[in-house]
């Protein structure tokens, strides 16, 4: 065991010639009064649609405007009800409510933190038109099944891939089985801005030609708007961050996976739950969390040996004050997801930490066991 360490759970520190690259990148946008739309989106915009092999990218302004802008796309019929997994972070459900839909939230499964199958079957009625579903922590879902469902109640599909840029399942990248896929670049994603921004992904012309026109006011051309829509665009300055940051995207995401694959061989706890991923999944670890009752003495043991650690997320969607006044009149399922939020911790993964480090915080967490 190392005698001190400072292993933090995130850390956005760029490398010196990166720091460089991206002052001379915004300088030169700055001296050619380049701030909106413009080469460096196009450019993004045809980067991120190569990278996830879908038709069509729009970049929109966070990966929260992605889904509404996806949601109001699809033209829904309002009041229908559309189902959200009940662990994750919320936008999918603000969404939902704000485009003036009902809100139905569905459990997850603990094997991977993503939405239960099962559950969704019990929940589709004939009042559902959609469902969001989220690729959590980097972990892909089971595509087959919750296609099957799709198709046989005729409903649509958005996937929320903003923690899973570059997840596949069964070969394919995620965004690309549903209707839209949305993405968040949020500075901590695999594929993080320097602010605020996201994109929606698709391979149909009308729902991305759709989707463009929602997100720059309704324009199609100079003061001609044929629908009111609102104003989500990524800048010119993230797109070029994002152009930068996409060359090292997929180094970054196979490090993840070698220190995932290292906790996974390395941990072997008999109170810990780890993942269990099947060989269709093609994760990227955006995060690595496990599962543990006494997650607060093993967040303590660790931060004693200078390893920070996360909870991802304290509460489901069904505990927040925000959606309380649902519980009593809409669908919601929640056993696996309490279960989750009491019990999990993320500990610390990514291309801050070398595989010297992910060894060490392995032995720190056997270190707790034994
Ligand atoms: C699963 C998920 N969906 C949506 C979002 C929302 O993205 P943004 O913060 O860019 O609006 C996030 C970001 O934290 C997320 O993790």
């Known amino acids: 065991m190392r005698k001190s360490s400072n292993i933090q759970f995130i850390d956005l520190t760029l490398t010196k010639p990166s720091k460089k690259r991206t002052l001379d990148g915004i300088s030169n946008l700055i001296n050619k009064k ?27 302004g966070n990966g929260t405007d992605a889904i509404e802008i996806a949601l109001e796309s699809l033209g829904l019929p309002k009041k229908s009800e559309i189902i959200v997994p009940n662990f994750t972070f919320l936008s999918p459900a ?14 997850i499964d603990l094997k991977d933190f993503n939405v239960s199958i099962e559950s969704i079957k019990s929940l589709i009625s004939k009042k559902t038109s959609a469902i969001i579903i989220v690729h959590l922590f980097g972990n892909p879902c089971n595509m ?14 958005i996937e929320d891939c903003s923690q899973a840029h570059g997840a ?10 549903g209707d839209i896929g ?13 602010g605020d921004s996201g994109a929606i992904v698709t391979n149909k012309k009308n729902l991305y030609e759709k989707a463009k026109k929602i997100a720059n006011h309704g324009r199609i051309d100079t003061y001609d708007h044929i629908l009111a829509g609102r104003n989500s665009r990524i800048d010119s300055i993230q797109a070029f961050v994002l152009n930068e940051k996409i060359k090292s995207l997929n ?72 959606f309380k006044n649902l519980v009593s009149t809409n ?16 500990i610390p993964i990514g291309p801050h930490l070398s595989i010297k480090d992910s060894e060490y915080i392995s032995n720190a967490i056997q270190s707790f066991e034994n």
């Open 34 to 60: 380049n701030f909106i739309g413009g080469q460096e989106v196009e450019r993004f915009q045809k980067n991120f649609q190569d990278f996830n092999d879908s038709k069509y990218c729009l970049g929109v």
């Open 94 to 107: 603000e969404a939902v409510i704000r485009g003036g839909y009902k809100l139905v939230l569905a459990d």
């Open 144 to 157: 087959s099944e919750i296609l099957k469902l799709t198709k046989k109640y005729n409903i649509k599909l």
């Open 168 to 177: 596949e399942f069964k070969g394919k990248k995620v965004g690309n089985f």
């Open 182 to 194: 949305t993405f968040s670049f949020y500075p901590t994603k695999n594929l993080g801005a320097f």
């Open 251 to 322: 180094k970054n995401n196979q490090l993840r996976i070698k220190q995932a694959k290292l906790f996974l061989k390395k941990i072997k706890a008999e109170k810990i739950r780890l993942i269990e991923l099947n060989s269709n999944q093609h994760s990227v670890f955006h995060q690595f969390p496990i599962l543990l009752e006494k997650r607060n003495l093993l967040a303590q043991h660790l931060k004693n040996l200078g390893i920070n650690t996360g909870v991802y997320y304290p509460k489901p969607l069904s505990k927040m004050s925000a």
């Open 331 to 346: 669908k919601i399922h929640s056993e696996n997801s309490e279960f989750a939020a009491k019990n999990i911790l993320s």
